[in-house]
Structures are given as structure tokens and as C-alpha cells.
């Protein structure tokens, strides 16, 4: 059955935000149409070699197209919210704006508001235009904090009166990691990629990231926050940190795994300037703010946007050599999934290990260490491999999406999703409990979609897509979030 744990939302706050998330790049395909122009993923993915399987985003889940249906379902699943990007190259290229990408966002959101589904925007999520990239080095460069501060300036403008709840960036942790340390995300820099130097990149990306978030928070709330009357945040990604042993240097490597990702951007968005671990041990690689800069960052964002999955064991590292020198190294830490031949969580045969506890101490770690801010939960999930080439004959169970408003036992069977959801929204439970200020909690992700350098083979839906019809049916865990979320008689007198 999917509702064994009896949990519903009447276990959260009454004004508690359900929601599910997407991105574009990873959600619309239509690449070349309606005016669209390539962005740095476009040309990063257009060599196979660059993507686990090979495959191209070019159609996807076809989100572009299909929208309309694509409310319908997230409205018959009960979801609050839907978590979306904009593509920059859609709406906005060379100084001018697209009035048919302006178009289509401006239908999608209209369509989730009169379903009551509250759109939740992310302005950037990784896919910067080719032509920045050219022009000037993108992120490396400086000039990319006033194209990206036009680009949002128009976001605001076109659909504030309507969306309420900003996200500036996804992950800048992960977006400098992937495309600046580790070279398997867009633009593929790294120390020993053919460009890159993973000492000094990952740092000044950082840096620009950071000026362009703030001066984003700054215009929103000089120019449109009376008016439009919305909160803006930055989406920051964590892996929980656990101590390998209870020796101080193991505790304190822990803890500077947590600045390295986390603080790196929560530290200058609460206090204006980075953590006191990142200046002693990068040194002045790490670029300074001045006094203004500094003062635009201090508490610029009205709640902390949160992506957790995952967990690690971590030592202290004293003299890393089994890394490239620069961003990996610097942060003197070992990173472990197993301690006395024990997995840290429940394996998925992927990176991501199944520890709910790690979301209650990641939570935790914020409240204490950052004035005990409003966060909303922008992505968890889990994962389960499936077979390339799935298909329905595999599945006599399954049906037809059409039929997927009445429970059955016809779903696809991702138990182990559910147990994934279960397990993290019963931590989560308690985090709030205990006085963790949660406001908000969407599942990553809607519908399975492409999984950047890992392309098709990642499924982190709770839509099964079938990417030669394009048809989505609900698997177990979608089932089993409609009935978590129908559950509205919380009250007492109402259930009496
Ligand atoms: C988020 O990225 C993104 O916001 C979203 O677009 C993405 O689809 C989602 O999560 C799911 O991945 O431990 O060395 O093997 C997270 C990107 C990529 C982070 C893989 C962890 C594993 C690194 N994740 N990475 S490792």
C-alpha cells in the first residue's frame, strides 16, 4: 500500500508549502524553436563523450510542448508549488528580448496559477547563452554580473506581478564543482582538462556568483518588492558532513567540508564575507569584498533555499596527494561512504547513500550557525537505476496515465523512492519539531528528466517518462505523494 506509515501533511505546519522541481535545460527540449539560442550546455552536451550515455537534451521530457498536460498532472498529484527555471537563451539574448519565450513562461505560469499551483522561479539554472561564454569567459569574468543583474531585472519585470517566490541560483557549489573543479559540467573546465585550473577558477566563479546575487536581492528590493511584494533567496546544495571519529581533527575537517560547500555561499549571504575556515586555508586565492560589496551581501535573501540528498564521512586530510591540487585539496578533508565496512545509508549504487539523519543535521546546522533562517527545501529525492530501454511489456502492471487518479497496484515500483521520501520527510518532521524554521519542502524531481552528465540514465522522477512516446505514468512514489498530500482534514474537530 502506498500510505503504510500513515505520515501525511498533517504532520507539518498548516501553511506548509508542498512542491515538486524542475529546470528548464533538463525539462523543455524545443532547443532550436521559438527563437531559442544555444546556451553553454547546448555545445558542452553536443559531444557524446561529454554525457554518461551519450544522449542529447534536445527534446527530453518536450516540457515546451506538453505544459498544459504537465500542470494537470502536478494539480492531480495536490502539489502547492512547482519549481521551474528560465531559460536565459529563451527569453533574453544579445541586449534583446524574445516575445515567444516570453510568451511560452508567461502561459506556464498562467496555466499553474489558475490550477492554484504557485510557480516558484529559479532564474538561473546553469544554462548561461554560448555568446557570454565567447564574449568574455562567462563567469570568469566580471562583465558577467551586470549581463546576468539585466537578465534579472527582466525576469522581475515580465512576470513578477505574478510569480512571488525567487530563487537568484541553483547550487553555485555544484555549478563551480561540475563545470570548474571536476570539468563534467558545462563550460568542462579543471586542472588537466584542456582549459581550466581548478586553484584559482572555482574561487573567482564564486566571486561573481555571489556579486550577481547580490545585486539581484538589491534591485528586487529597491524596484519591485513594494509592488509585487515577493521573497527572493539563493538555492544552496549540501551533503551532511559526518565526523569519521570523535578525534577534534576529524570533527573540525567535518565542519570544514560544511563551510567549503555550504558556508562558501551562506556565509557572505548572512554575514558579507566568506568563512573564516575558506580565508585561512585558501588563502588569497580567494578574492575579497569590499566594504560595499560586502554590505549588499549581508542578509541578501529573505530564506535560505536548501538541496540536500546525501551524506559523507569525513577525516582530516593533512597532506592530500591523491587529488588535483586547488579547490578539491584545499579544504584538507577525506571523504568516505563506509566506516568498519558499514555504508554510511542505504546504497543506491549511485553517489547518492539513504541517510535521513543527515537532512535533520544539515537543518540543524543551519538554525545554529546562521541566525536560525527560514529555509524551504528545494530539492531531495532518491534514485533508482533502471534499465535502459524499459519498457512497458516489462511492466504488465502498468497503466495508462489516464487511469492514474485511482489508487491501484498498477505503478511502476520504485519502493526504494518511496522508502526515500518517507524516511527524509519523517527527519524533516522532526528538524521542525525540534525548531528548525522550514517553511517549504519540494521533491526533486517531478518527472524523470536529463540528468546533465549523466544524461537518460538517472530516473529521479515521480513521473516514469517514456522518451520515445513522450507519455509519463506515475510510479509508486507519485501515488504515494498524491495520498500524503490529500489528506486536508488535519484538525481535530474536522475528523471528529
Ligand atoms: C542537483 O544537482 C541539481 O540542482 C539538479 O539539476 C539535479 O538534477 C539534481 O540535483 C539531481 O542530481 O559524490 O562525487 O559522485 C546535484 C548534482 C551531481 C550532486 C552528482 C552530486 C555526485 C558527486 N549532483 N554529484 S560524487
Known amino acids: 500500500r502506498a500510505d503504510q506509515t500513515g505520515l501525511s501533511r498533517c504532520d507539518f505546519p498548516e501553511d506548509f508549502i508542498f512542491g515538486a522541481s524542475a529546470s528548464a535545460f533538463q525539462y523543455e527540449g524545443a532547443v532550436d524553436e521559438g527563437g531559442r539560442k544555444p546556451s553553454i550546455w547546448d555545445i558542452f552536451a553536443a559531444n557524446p563523450r561529454n554525457i554518461a550515455d551519450g544522449s542529447s537534451p534536445n527534446i527530453t521530457d518536450d516540457q515546451y510542448h506538453h505544459y498544459t498536460d504537465d500542470v494537470l498532472l502536478l494539480k492531480n498529484l495536490g502539489m502547492d508549488s512547482y ?86 541560483f541553483n547550487e553555485p557549489h555544484q555549478l563551480v564543482n561540475g563545470g570548474y573543479v571536476q570539468g563534467y559540467y558545462a563550460p568542462g573546465r579543471c586542472t588537466g582538462c584542456p582549459q581550466g585550473n581548478s586553484s584559482t577558477e572555482p574561487y573567482i566563479v564564486g566571486h561573481h556568483l555571489l556579486l550577481a546575487h547580490a545585486k539581484a536581492v538589491k534591485l528586487y528590493r529597491r524596484k519591485y518588492k513594494v509592488n509585487q511584494r515577493g521573497v527572493i533567496g539563493m538555492t544552496l546544495d549540501s551533503f551532511w558532513y559526518e565526523p569519521y571519529s570523535s578525534l577534534p581533527r576529524d570533527i573540525a575537517a567535518a565542519r570544514r567540508a560544511l563551510d567549503f560547500e555550504l558556508g562558501w555561499f551562506l556565509h557572505p549571504i548572512t554575514f558579507g564575507d566568506y568563512p573564516q575556515s575558506m580565508r585561512l586555508y585558501v588563502g588569497d586565492r580567494l578574492p575579497a569584498f569590499t566594504v560595499e560589496e560586502s554590505r549588499d551581501l549581508r542578509n541578501s535573501m529573505d530564506f535560505v533555499g536548501l538541496n540536500h540528498y546525501t551524506s559523507r564521512y569525513t577525516q582530516d586530510n593533512p597532506w592530500p596527494s591523491n587529488v588535483r591540487p586547488g579547490y578539491e585539496s584545499d579544504s584538507h578533508t577525506h571523504f568516505l561512504t563506509q566506516r568498519n565496512g558499514n555504508p554510511i545509508g542505504g546504497t543506491t549504487g549511485t553517489w547518492l547513500y539513504v541517510v535521513p539523519w543527515g ?12 541566525n536560525n533562517p527560514p529555509i524551504i527545501i528545494t530539492e531531495n529525492g532518491g534514485l533508482v537505476m ?35 521520501y518517507e524516511s527524509y520527510l519523517t527527519s524533516l518532521q522532526q528538524a521542525i519539531a525540534d525548531g528548525v524554521d522550514v517553511r517549504g519542502y519540494y521533491a526533486w524531481s517531478f518527472l524523470d528528466n536529463w540528468e546533465w552528465n549523466n544524461g537518460y540514465s538517472q530516473r529521479f522522477g515521480l513521473y516514469y517518462v517514456d522518451y520515445t512516446t513522450l507519455k509519463r505514468y506515475p510510479k509508486h512514489s507519485a501515488l504515494w505523494f498524491k495520498q500524503f498530500l490529500s489528506n486536508t482534514k488535519c484538525s481535530v474537530l474536522e475528523t471528529m
Open 386 to 420: 533502471l534499465v535502459t530501454g524499459f519498457l512497458k511489456s516489462n511492466f504488465p502492471g502498468l497503466v495508462d496515465i489516464a487511469d492514474s487518479n485511482t489508487f491501484s497496484d498498477k505503478f511502476i515500483k520504485d519502493g526504494a523512492r518511496v522508502q526515500f
Open 359 to 370: 537532512l535533520y543535521n544539515v537543518l540543524n546546522h543551519v538554525k545554529e550557525n546562521y
Open 83 to 168: 519549481r521551474f527555471s528560465i531559460s536565459w537563451t529563451r527569453v533574453f539574448h544579445d541586449g534583446r528580448v524574445n516575445p515567444e519565450g516570453i510568451a511560452y513562461y508567461n502561459n506556464l505560469i498562467d496555466a499553474l496559477l489558475e490550477h492554484g499551483i504557485k510557480p516558484f522561479v529559479t532564474i538561473y539554472h546553469w544554462d548561461l547563452p554560448q555568446t557570454l561564454q565567447d564574449k568574455f569567459g562567462g563567469w570568469l569574468s566580471r562583465d558577467i554580473v551586470d549581463e546576468y543583474l539585466r537578465f534579472a531585472d527582466f525576469c522581475f519585470q515580465a512576470f513578477g506581478d505574478r510569480v512571488k517566490n525567487w530563487l537568484t
